[in-house]
């Protein structure tokens, strides 16, 4: 199984490639990266940048679902607004591709990952490579809030397979 993972963003979206194979005990790291839009540029150019990006992730490694976090509501309600659309264009985008859409509040991610569902981002960075395989170095949050989004996505699928 392959999980496309996104953290949703507008300015920055964090985005990984989770793989689980079959007789393996870890689930592997397959691509992370913090994909980034301009301020400078318009709305509808930036929704379009993230939907080309999300493309070509979805070509190049073909993932079978996308698990995206829900949408936490931020007090600054054009931000929120924003992310939504960018959700939407994620979801709209994977599903065109064929990618069954699993959602997850941040507290079932944040239990997923450390036990807790109000653990705080450095709790989460420190469990990651203890729970799965990683292949290059991540440095960024949004690239560690995504692979927790994939952990989640592949924990759950674990407990309904049982």
């Not at 949703?8 to 990266?33: H, N, Q």
């Amino acid at each position: 199984m392959k999980v496309l993972a996104i953290d949703p963003g507008y300015e920055r979206l964090g985005i990984a490639v989770l793989e689980k194979e079959d007789g393996t005990t870890k689930e592997k790291l397959v691509f992370s990266e913090c994909f980034k839009t301009l301020a400078s540029d318009p709305h509808p150019l930036r929704l379009a940048q993230i939907q080309k990006r999300i493309e070509e992730v979805l070509k190049e490694y073909k993932p079978d679902d996308l698990s995206i976090e829900t949408l936490f509501f931020n007090k600054n309600v054009k931000t929120a607004l924003m992310v939504a659309e960018a959700r939407g264009v994620i979801i709209a985008t994977c599903k065109n591709f064929g990618c069954e859409v699993f959602e997850y509040s941040p507290q079932q991610i944040k239990t997923s990952v450390t036990g807790d569902g109000g653990s705080d981002k450095n709790s989460i960075i420190k469990m990651i490579p203890l729970l799965i395989k990683l292949e290059k170095e991540v440095k960024i949050d949004d690239e560690f809030d995504a692979i927790a989004a994939g952990i989640c996505h592949i924990s759950s699928k674990k407990v309904i397979n049982r």
